[in-house]
C-alpha cells in the first residue's frame, strides 16, 4: 500500500475535514497547508498527486495518536524517516486503543481470518525469530475493518 491510500483511507474512516487532518498534523508541530494536503489526497490516477513521504504519515499518525489518547509528558515522538507496514499497523492499534481481541474483531469484519499468535507476530522485534512482515492484503484489511467498524457507529 502506498501512504497516499493510507491517509486517504484513515480520512475516509475518520470522517475528518481538511481542517481536522491539518490540526492532528499540527499536534507533531508539522505545518501542513490545505494545498499540500489536497495534493497527498488525490486519487493514485491524478497527475496532480504528489507523493506522502513516510516521515509525514508517521507526523500524521503520532498527531492521530495524541488527538485520540492525549499527549505524553515528555518530548513529541519522533516521525520515522522509513515506515513499514507493521509499524503502520503498530501505531493505529495504539491510537485506537485496541487489544488483540479487537483487531481479531475488525479482521472478522471482512471475513479475514487472523489468529492471536499470527497478530502477536506483527508487534515483535525484527530480530525475533516468530517475527513477521505485515503485508499489503493485511494491512489493507485491517484499514477496511477499521472503516466498518467506525462508520457504521
Not at 87 to 111: E, G, P, Q
Request: one cysteine or more; hydrophobic letters at 35%; glycine letters at 4%.
Amino acid at each position: 500500500m502506498n501512504n497516499n491510500d493510507i491517509l486517504r483511507r484513515l480520512r475516509y474512516t475518520l470522517n475528518y475535514t481538511d481542517q481536522k487532518m491539518i490540526s492532528i498534523f499540527a499536534l507533531t508541530e508539522k505545518v501542513v497547508e490545505k494545498e499540500q494536503l489536497n495534493a497527498w489526497l488525490k486519487k493514485d490516477d491524478d497527475e496532480a498527486q504528489e507523493k506522502l513521504r513516510d516521515i509525514d504519515l508517521s507526523g500524521f499518525l503520532n498527531g492521530l495518536i495524541i488527538e485520540k489518547r492525549g499527549k505524553k509528558e515528555g518530548p513529541l515522538p519522533k516521525a520515522e524517516k522509513t515506515l513499514i507496514n507493521n509499524t503502520i499497523l503498530r501505531k493505529l492499534k495504539i491510537a485506537f486503543n485496541l487489544k488483540d481481541d479487537d483487531m481479531i474483531d475488525i479482521f472478522t469484519l471482512v471475513d479475514f481470518e487472523v489468529g492471536k499468535h499470527e497478530l502477536s507476530a506483527l508487534f515483535r522485534k525484527p530480530t525475533q525469530s516468530q517475527y513477521r512482515i505485515c503485508k499489503d492484503q493485511f494491512l489493507r484489511n485491517f484499514l477496511h475493518g477499521l472503516q466498518l467498524k467506525i462508520r457504521k457507529n
